[in-house]
């Protein structure tokens, strides 16, 4: 009947408050989480692997190699003359980056012929490789300049390009992953607990007693999914609270706009959650096929890596993918101070799959079989 | 009695077998894991783009557009005005902005504005920059720089490994926890026991269909790897299969850890995917480098099984090593698989009393 | 009058295997109903369908003047139900379990206190509205489950094997109340496989693989068969 909904809500708080297990992880994982992640995800360029190919053997080269290998970026994992070999530890990727002294280097310097030092970087892994070289050639600039500068010589040592970081001036990569952990634990939150909580019920039983009943499906699955939108909500505060105050990274945006995207996002994955479930008979069903998605959706959500390295289809593939636009939504908003309006094409896609997968929610679960 | 062990162990395969839905899932997960990551999931940039800022629009700055422009991995987004900046990098219209120095075409400084955001591509944007835009600066002259981009699919060796410890984990400790839980939730176990198969047995059985799926994701993973994504499995593949067994059984023992802890299947799940799943996700080297983690950190990962099987099969499958390389690897793993079982089984045999 | 459940041909089938085969019967408005037959004969199949959880492959009939193919949400609001297998919620006390099911059923805050202080004082069980379920002893929670079907004064009630697995007394109790509720002008629709239960019906149907075999009063049956109890019209309805 009418008002039926109501009585649900009371019973699912109820159960909710009773479970000895769930209130506690729900309300200290995150913290824990938040705690832990960010100081793991580090992906800072440390340990790059040089190949030294000298073919001068001057001293000059050797000062080269030696300040490479005192520095603590640096392993230098080959020093031979022997570009050959050096290549085929880079092409097994047993080295990230390779410096080619040619013969009569340091004669080159001083006769002021211009000599090339030939870098040779590991495309493949982009941050090693890429950054790598670029550390290793300041590296070798440095040596050089001071070598020029005891020898008498003046090396303009204009460094003629310089970077600036918009939005993340330091480059932390906890800044960068803070907010997809929020994710993550929305996630988690969200979709995988309304969605075993249902498959529970299914297999106790106690959800027969509600289909002989006239509780629509719609109101079943509402109180199913609300508890679990408002601890969603609870727990996006804490992580945004936890990495404030521990991190000191606020948003740079509104907070308005990172809860917004938080209601929105939680209605489209527990709707797939509850989706899943519905058709699900038994947990370990639910599990894995809930499991698969998600991962799926983590994967090419721009989380962990750019979504702007796919294939040109799986980008277009994702826009279907709740995380994807949530993760734009956090980090542009989080980093960037990006405001609504200008991030409506992101919220539009979420409110669209928000009612997809509601309604999905709805069909999978037949109170009549 | 080895009659009834062996009925037990038929029907509990038989129940995970005839659960189609599972069987499917199980055998999509590695299959789609391995496809995104050896085709879609990659840290290479492949498009950046680009606006400019420049106050006197000299020859110089028109070449040095062009000569970015004409890369495949740039796209030309126009001119902006300075205070334009922030705007632009905010909404994404462009993900890096050039500013060329007033005096450009004498002096050749010039700015890189990357939008800082996203860690991962700005550093390399950077970097793709400064190597397409090799100009002056006297000590950077002095460097030839290549960037060997080999083909996208080498990347997606360094993950297989990492998939295949999250996997057996997923499918041998999680999955067989829930699964003996679910038994001791709906009453069944208690009928069990009463039965006069020995307790331990019917645990057993409850783990082998596991065991069996574990191996068949571990042949689907290698053949994978070896065909599809052409790892070369050097090592020699029974080495691999050996400690992969290995790696195996200590799930299982792990998985049966945590159904004696656990008093109801959310609880094991939760279980699993919290003190099981992500800890290897974040100290086991699968996504993030352990060289990185502070020390705290590094000796937890001592610890977790999945760090060393990650090891091991990174050296096997990639860098070709044979069983007598990983003898350490192997060694830890051995041991820990044999406390676990110990832990486990005896945890078990008390819970009975 | 007309009956409370009108069945005709009836018809439930699992691929090849007919669980329900065309069954046609008619119960009255205050009638104990018995639906007798061994394990695995298609009576909780058959019930599932008067209820609106399953749907017929062929046949239909109403329940409560409603049809039972076609208006399955309708029927659900006249009628109580308890399954064979307990499917109250173990985590929530008596009272909270009585207070949501009747609050589903639309029923008023004081109605539910009241209706509910009356039936748990009827059943000397006051002194545990407020324990958790899951720590009843089992006759508690079948007792329990009753006391929920009929909740909300439903004009029907469907009770699948209200006497599975307690002990005699349990199943006297429990049968008090069955004839308590018909007695208030309820009518039951009961499922059991203890054959003796049928001497409280007021009419009842002996399932077989499916079909009914008899149906009549349980006294015209023995007289029928010969038999001095209903287990004896069973055992020859096999044969």
Same mark, same amino acid.
């Given at each position: 009947m009418?008002?039926s909904?109501?009585?649900?809500?009371?019973?699912?708080?109820?159960? $909710?408050?009773?479970?000895?297990?769930?209130?506690?992880l729900?309300?200290?994982?995150?913290?824990?989480?938040?705690?832990?992640? !960010?100081?793991?995800?580090?992906?800072?360029?440390?340990?790059?692997?040089?190949?030294?190919?000298?073919?001068?053997?001057?001293?000059?080269s050797?000062?080269?190699?030696?300040?490479?290998?005192?520095?603590?970026?640096?392993?230098?994992?080959?020093?031979?003359?022997n570009?050959?070999?050096?290549?085929?530890?880079?092409?097994?990727g047993?080295?990230?980056?390779?410096?080619?002294? !040619?013969?009569?280097?340091?004669?080159?310097?001083?006769?002021?012929?211009k000599?090339?030092i030939?870098?040779?970087a590991?495309?493949?892994?982009?941050t090693k490789?890429?950054?790598?070289?670029?550390?290793?050639?300041?590296?070798?600039?440095?040596?050089?300049?001071?070598?020029?500068?005891?020898?008498?010589?003046?090396?303009?040592?204009e460094?003629?390009?310089s970077?600036?970081?918009?939005y993340?001036p330091t480059?932390d990569?906890?800044?960068?992953?803070?907010?997809?952990?929020?994710?993550?634990?929305?996630?988690?939150v969200?979709?995988?607990?309304?969605a075993?909580?249902?498959?529970?019920?299914?297999?106790?039983?106690?959800?027969?007693q509600?289909?002989?009943? !006239?509780?629509?499906?719609f109101?079943?699955?509402?109180?199913?999914?609300?508890?679990?939108?408002i601890?969603?909500?609870?727990?996006?505060?804490e992580?945004?609270?936890?990495?404030?105050?521990?991190?000191?990274?606020?948003?740079?945006?509104?907070?308005?706009?990172?809860?917004?995207? #938080?209601?929105?996002?939680?209605?489209?994955?527990?709707?797939?959650?509850?989706?899943?479930a519905?058709?699900?008979?038994?947990?370990?069903?639910c599990?894995?096929v809930?499991?698969?998605?998600?991962?799926?959706?983590?994967?090419?959500?721009?989380?962990?890596?750019?979504?702007?390295s796919?294939?040109?289809?799986?980008?277009k593939?994702?826009?279907? $993918?709740?995380?994807?636009?949530?993760?734009?939504?956090?980090?542009?908003?989080?980093?960037?101070?990006?405001?609504? #309006?200008?991030?409506?094409?992101?919220?539009?896609?979420?409110?669209?799959? #928000?009612?997809l997968?509601?309604?999905?929610?709805?069909l999978?679960?037949k109170k009549?079989? | 009695m080895?009659?009834r062990?062996?009925?037990?162990?038929?029907?509990?395969?038989?129940?995970?077998?005839?659960?189609?839905?599972?069987?499917?899932?199980a055998?999509?997960?590695p299959?789609?894991l391995?496809?995104?990551?050896?085709?879609?999931? /990659?840290t290479?940039?492949?498009?950046?783009?680009?606006?400019?800022?420049?106050?006197?629009r000299?020859?110089?700055?028109?070449?040095?557009?062009?000569?970015?422009? &004409?890369?495949?991995?740039?796209?030309?987004?126009?001119?902006?005005?300075?205070?334009?900046?922030?705007?632009?990098?905010?909404?994404?219209?462009?993900?890096?902005?050039l500013?060329f120095?007033?005096?450009?075409?004498?002096s050749?400084?010039?700015?890189?504005?990357?939008?800082?955001?996203?860690?991962n591509?700005?550093?390399?944007s950077?970097?793709y920059?400064?190597?397409?835009?090799?100009?002056? %600066?006297a000590?950077?002259?002095?460097?030839?720089?290549?960037?060997?981009?080999?083909?996208?699919?080498?990347?997606?060796?360094?993950?297989?490994p990492?998939? *295949? %410890?999250?996997?057996?984990?997923?499918?041998?400790?999680?999955?067989?926890?829930?699964?003996?839980?679910?038994?001791?939730?709906?009453?069944?176990m208690?009928?069990?026991?009463?039965?006069?198969?020995?307790?331990?047995?019917?645990?057993?059985?409850?783990?082998?269909?596991y065991?069996?799926?574990?191996?068949?994701?571990?042949?689907?993973?290698?053949?994978?790897?070896?065909?599809?994504?052409?790892?070369?499995?050097s090592?020699?593949?029974g080495?691999i299969?050996?400690v992969?067994?290995?790696?195996?059984?200590?799930?299982?023992a792990?998985?049966?850890?945590?159904s004696?802890?656990? %008093?109801?299947?959310?609880?094991?799940?939760? *279980?699993?995917?919290?003190?099981?799943?992500?800890?290897?996700?974040?100290? /086991?080297?699968l996504? &993030?480098p352990v060289?990185?983690?502070p020390?705290?950190f590094?000796?937890?990962?001592?610890?977790?099984?999945?760090?060393?099987y990650?090891?091991?099969?990174?050296?096997?499958?990639?860098e070709?090593?044979?069983?007598?390389?990983?003898?350490?690897?192997?060694?830890?793993?051995?041991?820990?698989? *044999?406390?676990?079982?110990?832990? /486990?089984?005896k945890?078990?045999?008390?819970?009975?009393? | 009058?007309?009956?409370?459940?009108?069945?005709?041909?009836?018809?439930?089938?699992?691929? @090849?295997?007919t669980?329900?085969?065309?069954?046609?019967?008619?119960?009255?408005?205050?009638?104990?109903f018995?639906?007798?037959?061994?394990?695995?004969?298609?009576?909780?199949? =058959?019930?599932?369908?008067?209820?609106?959880?399953?749907?017929?492959?062929?046949?239909?009939?109403?329940?409560?003047?409603? @049809?039972?193919?076609?208006?399955?949400?309708?029927?659900?609001?006249?009628?109580?139900?308890m399954?064979?297998?307990?499917?109250?919620?173990?985590?929530?006390?008596v009272?909270?379990?009585?207070?949501?099911?009747?609050g589903?059923y639309?029923?008023?805050?004081?109605?539910? =206190?009241?209706?509910? =202080?009356?039936?748990?004082?009827?059943?000397?069980?006051? =002194?545990?509205?407020?324990?958790?379920?899951?720590?009843?002893?089992?006759g +508690?929670?079948?007792?329990?489950?009753?006391?929920?079907?009929?909740?909300?004064?439903?004009?029907?009630?469907?009770? @699948?094997?209200?006497?599975?697995?307690?002990?005699?007394?349990?199943?006297?109790?429990?049968?008090?109340?069955?004839r308590?509720a018909a007695?208030?002008?309820?009518?039951i629709?009961v499922?059991?496989?203890?054959?003796?239960?049928?001497? +409280?019906?007021?009419?009842?149907?002996?399932?077989? @693989?499916?079909?009914?075999?008899?149906?009549?009063?349980p006294?015209k049956?023995?007289?029928?068969?010969?038999a001095?109890?209903?287990n004896?019209v069973?055992?020859?309805?096999?044969?």
């Amino acid at each position: 009947m009418e008002g039926s909904l109501k009585y649900l809500l009371q019973k699912e708080f109820i159960q $909710f408050r009773r479970n000895k297990f769930l209130p506690r992880l729900i309300f200290f994982f995150p913290v824990v989480v938040m705690l832990i992640a !960010p100081i793991v995800a580090n992906m800072d360029v440390k340990g790059v692997k040089v190949a030294f190919v000298d073919y001068d053997g001057s001293s000059l080269s050797g000062k080269m190699v030696s300040h490479l290998d005192a520095s603590e970026y640096f392993k230098v994992a080959l020093a031979s003359p022997n570009y050959e070999k050096a290549y085929e530890l880079l092409e097994d990727g047993k080295v990230d980056v390779i410096v080619t002294v !040619p013969a009569h280097f340091e004669a080159g310097i001083i006769g002021g012929t211009k000599p090339k030092i030939k870098v040779d970087a590991n495309g493949v892994n982009a941050t090693k490789g890429m950054l790598g070289s670029r550390y290793v050639m300041a590296s070798l600039a440095g040596t050089l300049q001071e070598a020029a500068a005891g020898m008498g010589m003046g090396l303009s040592s204009e460094n003629n390009l310089s970077v600036c970081y918009f939005y993340n001036p330091t480059q932390d990569y906890r800044r960068f992953m803070a907010p997809g952990f929020i994710l993550l634990l929305v996630m988690l939150v969200c979709c995988f607990i309304p969605a075993l909580n249902l498959v529970l019920e299914k297999e106790k039983g106690t959800i027969e007693q509600i289909n002989v009943t !006239p509780v629509t499906t719609f109101e079943f699955t509402l109180s199913k999914l609300i508890p679990y939108w408002i601890i969603g909500l609870v727990v996006l505060t804490e992580g945004i609270l936890t990495i404030g105050l521990i991190y000191g990274l606020w948003p740079a945006g509104s907070w308005g706009a990172l809860y917004l995207a #938080a209601v929105l996002f939680s209605l489209a994955m527990s709707g797939f959650g509850v989706a899943i479930a519905g058709g699900s008979d038994t947990m370990q069903q639910c599990i894995f096929v809930l499991f698969f998605f998600v991962m799926i959706f983590m994967l090419m959500s721009g989380l962990f890596t750019p979504v702007g390295s796919m294939p040109s289809w799986a980008q277009k593939v994702t826009y279907a $993918f709740p995380p994807r636009h949530f993760i734009d939504i956090l980090r542009s908003v989080y980093l960037k101070g990006t405001t609504m #309006a200008e991030l409506w094409v992101s919220y539009l896609a979420l409110g669209i799959l #928000a009612v997809l997968f509601c309604s999905l929610s709805a069909l999978t679960y037949k109170k009549r079989g | 009695m080895q009659i009834r062990l062996s009925s037990f162990v038929k029907k509990e395969i038989l129940h995970i077998f005839r659960d189609k839905r599972t069987m499917l899932v199980a055998i999509l997960i590695p299959v789609t894991l391995i496809l995104l990551f050896g085709f879609t999931v /990659s840290t290479d940039i492949n498009n950046i783009d680009f606006a400019v800022c420049a106050p006197h629009r000299s020859e110089a700055v028109a070449r040095g557009v062009d000569k970015l422009s &004409f890369s495949p991995y740039f796209t030309f987004r126009g001119y902006i005005p300075q205070n334009d900046i922030d705007r632009t990098l905010r909404t994404g219209k462009a993900s890096a902005v050039l500013v060329f120095a007033q005096d450009y075409a004498e002096s050749g400084k010039m700015q890189v504005v990357v939008d800082g955001a996203d860690v991962n591509a700005a550093a390399t944007s950077a970097a793709y920059v400064g190597n397409v835009l090799q100009d002056s %600066g006297a000590a950077q002259a002095l460097f030839e720089m290549h960037v060997l981009y080999n083909p996208e699919l080498r990347s997606s060796y360094n993950f297989i490994p990492g998939i *295949l %410890g999250m996997i057996l984990l997923l499918i041998c400790t999680m999955m067989t926890s829930v699964s003996i839980v679910r038994e001791k939730e709906t009453g069944t176990m208690e009928v069990l026991l009463v039965s006069p198969v020995k307790p331990l047995y019917i645990i057993i059985s409850k783990m082998v269909p596991y065991l069996i799926l574990g191996a068949i994701d571990l042949a689907l993973i290698l053949v994978m790897a070896r065909f599809v994504l052409g790892v070369p499995l050097s090592g020699g593949v029974g080495g691999i299969i050996l400690v992969s067994l290995v790696y195996i059984v200590l799930s299982l023992a792990l998985g049966l850890m945590v159904s004696n802890i656990a %008093g109801s299947q959310i609880v094991a799940l939760l *279980l699993s995917a919290m003190v099981m799943m992500l800890p290897v996700l974040f100290f /086991s080297g699968l996504l &993030f480098p352990v060289e990185n983690l502070p020390w705290v950190f590094r000796w937890i990962s001592y610890v977790i099984p999945a760090r060393w099987y990650i090891d091991a099969m990174r050296k096997m499958m990639i860098e070709g090593m044979a069983l007598s390389g990983v003898f350490l690897e192997v060694g830890i793993l051995v041991a820990e698989m *044999l406390a676990l079982i110990a832990a /486990s089984t005896k945890r078990f045999n008390d819970r009975l009393e | 009058m007309p009956e409370a459940i009108t069945v005709h041909n009836l018809t439930k089938k699992f691929g @090849d295997f007919t669980a329900v085969d065309a069954i046609s019967f008619s119960v009255g408005k205050g009638e104990i109903f018995g639906f007798l037959g061994a394990n695995g004969a298609g009576k909780t199949t =058959a019930m599932r369908m008067l209820c609106g959880l399953s749907y017929p492959t062929s046949g239909g009939g109403s329940v409560a003047g409603w @049809d039972i193919v076609r208006d399955g949400e309708q029927i659900k609001r006249h009628i109580g139900y308890m399954s064979q297998r307990f499917s109250l919620y173990e985590d929530l006390t008596v009272f909270e379990n009585m207070r949501l099911y009747g609050g589903i059923y639309g029923m008023g805050k004081a109605d539910i =206190a009241k209706r509910s =202080a009356e039936l748990l004082e009827k059943v000397s069980f006051s =002194a545990h509205r407020d324990s958790l379920v899951g720590a009843l002893p089992l006759g +508690w929670k079948q007792k329990l489950a009753f006391l929920v079907a009929t909740m909300h004064s439903p004009e029907i009630v469907f009770l @699948d094997e209200p006497t599975g697995g307690v002990d005699p007394i349990t199943r006297r109790q429990v049968w008090d109340m069955i004839r308590g509720a018909a007695a208030d002008g309820t009518t039951i629709f009961v499922t059991t496989h203890y054959m003796d239960e049928a001497a +409280w019906c007021d009419r009842v149907c002996i399932m077989v @693989d499916g079909k009914i075999k008899a149906m009549d009063v349980p006294e015209k049956l023995l007289e029928a068969f010969r038999a001095k109890d209903m287990n004896e019209v069973f055992v020859k309805l096999c044969r």
